[in-house]
């Protein structure tokens, strides 16, 4: 099992460019979330999906688009990059009824130039 | 609207030696769980404890401890006998009980260091 994949690992964009991260899972979960890492900051939350067919906006959505577009896969597009974006990007799912524990992808490193 | 707050941005600590973590937090809910993080260099997230605010027990697991006051919104991270495979990136985290997109909330993180 993979458990949650997340591609590519390292990006890196120039402003204005587009881009989509794919995020993948094979545990059956419902809920998918995009998180973005900076410094000092821990992690924040983009958007979410509590269900198939379902996105709602985290705490950080501006220049960010979001797709579940089925119960495995949960794509973050940028549509045009900005330096602000430049940050460590995390899929994650869960958790369950049956599991407390929300499990992370290997993350994304994006650099905007 | 829940917070977290971690308020040392880097720890170190002598290997074999023990280390504890703080954290705080702020929610109106009294269903909740909370978690510590680790992430190494990898950049991988590695659970290493997670407590339910209705048990009263703090939660154990191998050398990682928690000390959970609930009144005070206290949740610390013990680390006993120190390795130098513990360096890394520590997370506090918070989540409401309800599973349906219940995302979880983070503090700022700890960087520990663990000196040979």
């Known amino acids: 099992n993979a458990g949650v994949t997340q591609t590519p690992k390292f990006q890196v964009l120039k402003t204005g460019q587009s881009m989509t991260l794919q995020c993948a899972q094979d545990m059956n979960h419902n809920s998918m979330y995009w998180y973005r890492q900076d410094p000092g900051m821990g992690l924040r939350l983009i958007y979410y999906?509590?269900?198939?067919?379902?996105?709602d906006k985290g705490e950080v959505p501006n220049g960010y688009n979001v797709s579940r577009l089925n119960k495995r896969e949960f794509s973050l597009r940028l549509e045009s990059a900005a330096p602000s974006q430049t940050s460590v990007y995390f899929c994650?799912?869960?958790?369950?009824?049956?599991?407390?524990?929300?499990?992370f992808g290997q993350g994304t490193r994006l650099t905007v130039v | 609207a829940q917070t977290v707050t971690q308020s040392q941005p880097e720890m170190s600590v002598q290997e074999a030696e023990t280390v504890t973590l703080s954290c705080t937090y702020d929610?109106?809910?009294?269903?909740?769980?909370l978690f510590w993080y680790k992430q190494p260099p990898s950049r991988q997230m590695i659970l290493v404890i997670r407590?339910?605010?209705?048990?009263?027990q703090n939660a154990t697991e191998n050398r990682f401890s928690v000390n959970f006051q609930k009144a005070a919104k206290s949740f610390s991270l013990k680390i006993s006998d120190s390795q130098l495979g513990d360096a890394a990136m520590y997370f506090c985290a918070y989540r409401r009980g309800e599973t349906s997109g219940s995302r979880l909330t983070f503090g700022e993180g700890t960087q520990l260091t663990v000196n040979p």
């Open positions: 999906s509590a269900s198939e067919g379902t996105t």
């Open positions: 407590q339910e605010a209705y048990k009263q």
């Open positions: 929610t109106s809910e009294s269903d909740y769980y």
């Open positions: 994650a799912n869960g958790p369950t009824n049956a599991n407390t524990e929300a499990f």
